[in-house]
């Protein structure tokens, strides 16, 4: 059984830092795509980052132009865990934070809900003003 098991969130001041970890159990992924979303209440769930495999030791990042610059995705593939390095966090980065994995390597649309097939059960950010 795949399970992604995300930590890291938790209650921040506008300027400050978090990191989130999601651990993945039953697969690997170091081969597949993975990102994170978000959402905040009342609103519909979006996309944040994503990481694709581009062959061997290489990925793609690719972020929401409301997280560029702040935000950082990275893997750790000896220990299958995914990372949002999160800096200048403001009050609307608010949200629960999911993580996801693809099946696919490298998917057209990384931004797209759609290509994740494993979902974690999110973790609680919010920033302060």
């Known amino acids: 059984q795949v399970q992604l098991v995300e930590s890291g969130g938790g209650l921040v001041q506008a300027g400050g830092s978090l990191r989130l970890s999601c651990v993945a159990s039953?697969?690997?992924?170091?081969?597949?795509?993975m990102g994170w979303f978000r959402q905040a209440p009342g609103k519909e769930r979006e996309f944040v980052t994503a990481?694709?495999?581009?062959?061997?030791?290489?990925?793609?990042?690719h972020y929401a132009d409301s997280v560029k610059g702040r935000f950082t995705i990275f893997r750790d593939n000896a220990k299958n865990t995914l990372y949002l390095q999160m800096n200048s966090l403001k009050p609307g980065d608010t949200a629960v934070y999911y993580c996801?994995?693809?099946?696919?390597?490298?998917?057209?649309?990384?931004?797209?809900?759609?290509?994740?097939?494993?979902w974690g059960q999110g973790t609680q950010v919010t920033v302060s003003s």
């Open positions: 990481t694709t495999w581009n062959g061997g030791n290489s990925y793609l990042a």
């Open positions: 039953g697969r690997t992924f170091s081969s597949y795509a």
């Open positions: 996801a994995g693809s099946l696919q390597q490298k998917p057209p649309r990384p931004y797209d809900s759609g290509v994740y097939y494993y």
